[in-house]
Structures are given as structure tokens and as C-alpha cells.
């Protein structure tokens, strides 16, 4: 299976302030069709996930633009650009170029 | 809007099986993938398997083999997740998805005599 590894696995930001969660596989994430499916969720406290970003750097529809991801095969990133409140929660990657699907361990975002 | 609803907590004693359910509108049913995932408190979140509702064709995770079972009822537009031979390790938070991008709101399953 696919083992993704965020990192940082806890995360403080003050509002307005820029944060960068990392995620890198242990396999290239390059599906044969060319696409890579690598994509980020946030759980709220007591929530079913929400979706950001799909193949690496789509914005999903209806999330604030300060969300953008980036990366390519094995490394992956995603920033917030500017902090809010609302954004506290758990990040996690998640890949389905292979199967099973699987997801990272989480960022847990905290608000200072 | 696209709605997945699933069924209340359950408290089920080890060894029983136990059927959840999540019941979709919004959309079209019958021509559409669902996943189901198992998150343990505090912890990630697995992937358990899909069904694809046409032709009720499954795929698996091969670590829930055997303890997961995915069916779907076209006729009420609900998908069906058995789940057999129950332990302490099988307490946790079921979600139904469609894709990844519509959510049920989970239900908590808690395997304890």
C-alpha cells in the first residue's frame, strides 16, 4: 500500500498567518493517464471531511482561494495564505493513483 | 443538493454483525460509485471499499475482506454496509462518500459486551 507521510503533525498559526503542510509518498503518484490524484481534506472538530483540493492543485468548488496546493510524483504540499479561524481542524493527503486509497496520519491545525 | 444520510450509533456485543445504511438523494443513484471508510477516533481515516450501485460491482481494500460486505438498494437510492464477526478492534466512525467530495455524517459503531 501506499504510505503517505505529512508533516508537521501539529501545526499553530496565528490569523493571517501563511502555513504549508507537507506530504510525500512512497510511490509516484503519476497515474498512467497522466493525471495524479493526490488530494487534501480538512475535518472539522466533529465533522465528516470536506474536500479542498483534487489532483494535486485543483481548487474544489465553494473553497476560499486561500487554499492552493502544488507538488508532483512524491512531494506535495498544500499552503493557507492568510489564516482564519474557521480553518482549525485536521489536514489530511490522500491518494487514489493506487489501490487501496489511502490517507495520511493528519496536520492538526490549531489557532493561536 | 446531493444528501447522505446514515443510520444512528450503534452498540453491538463482539462476535455480531451489524448492517449500516446511507440513504442519497440529489442525485443519480444508479450510476454512481460509493465508498465507505473507517475512521478510528483520533486517528486517520481508511479506506473500506466501493460499490459501484448499477451493477452493484464491489472493489476492496484486501484488509477488510471478510469483514466487510457492500450492498446497495437502487429501488430507495441506499447503500448498505454489513460488517460480520465484530471486535473491540471494529469500534469506530463509518462514513458513506460519494467520491470524496459528498459525505455522510457518520455513525459510530461501539463493539463492547
Known amino acids: 500500500d501506499v504510505v503517505l507521510t505529512q508533516t508537521p503533525p501539529t501545526l499553530s498559526a496565528t490569523i493571517g498567518q501563511s502555513v504549508s503542510i507537507s506530504c510525500r509518498s512512497s510511490?509516484?503518484?503519476?497515474?498512467?493517464?497522466?493525471?495524479?490524484?493526490l488530494n487534501w481534506l480538512l475535518q472539522r472538530p466533529g465533522q465528516s471531511p470536506q474536500l479542498l483540493i483534487y489532483?494535486?492543485?485543483n481548487l474544489e468548488s465553494g473553497v476560499p482561494n486561500r487554499f492552493s496546493g502544488s507538488g508532483s510524483e512524491t512531494d506535495f504540499t498544500l499552503k493557507i495564505s492568510g489564516v482564519e479561524a474557521e480553518d482549525l481542524g485536521v489536514y489530511y493527503c490522500?491518494?487514489?493513483?493506487?489501490?487501496?486509497?489511502?490517507f495520511g496520519s493528519g496536520t492538526k491545525l490549531e489557532i493561536k | 443538493q446531493v444528501k447522505l444520510q446514515q443510520s444512528g450509533a450503534e452498540l453491538v456485543k463482539p462476535g455480531a454483525s451489524v448492517k449500516l445504511s446511507c440513504k442519497t438523494s440529489?442525485?443519480?443513484?444508479?450510476?454512481?460509485?460509493m465508498s465507505w471508510f473507517k475512521q478510528i477516533p483520533g486517528q486517520s481515516i481508511e479506506w473500506i471499499g466501493m460499490?459501484?450501485?448499477?451493477?452493484?460491482?464491489?472493489g476492496y481494500n484486501q484488509k477488510f475482506k471478510g469483514k466487510a460486505t457492500l450492498t446497495v438498494d437502487t429501488s430507495s437510492s441506499t447503500a448498505y454496509m454489513d460488517l460480520s464477526s465484530l471486535t473491540t478492534e471494529d469500534s469506530a466512525v463509518y462514513f458513506c462518500?460519494?467520491?470524496?467530495?459528498?459525505w455522510g455524517q457518520g455513525v459510530m459503531v461501539t463493539v463492547s459486551s
Open positions: 462518500a460519494r467520491g470524496i467530495k459528498y
Open positions: 440529489g442525485y443519480t443513484f444508479s450510476t454512481s460509485y
Open positions: 460499490i459501484y450501485a448499477g451493477d452493484g460491482g464491489t
Open positions: 510511490q509516484s503518484l503519476l497515474d498512467s493517464d497522466g493525471d495524479t490524484y
Open positions: 489532483s494535486v492543485s
Open positions: 490522500m491518494q487514489a493513483t493506487h489501490a487501496p486509497l489511502t
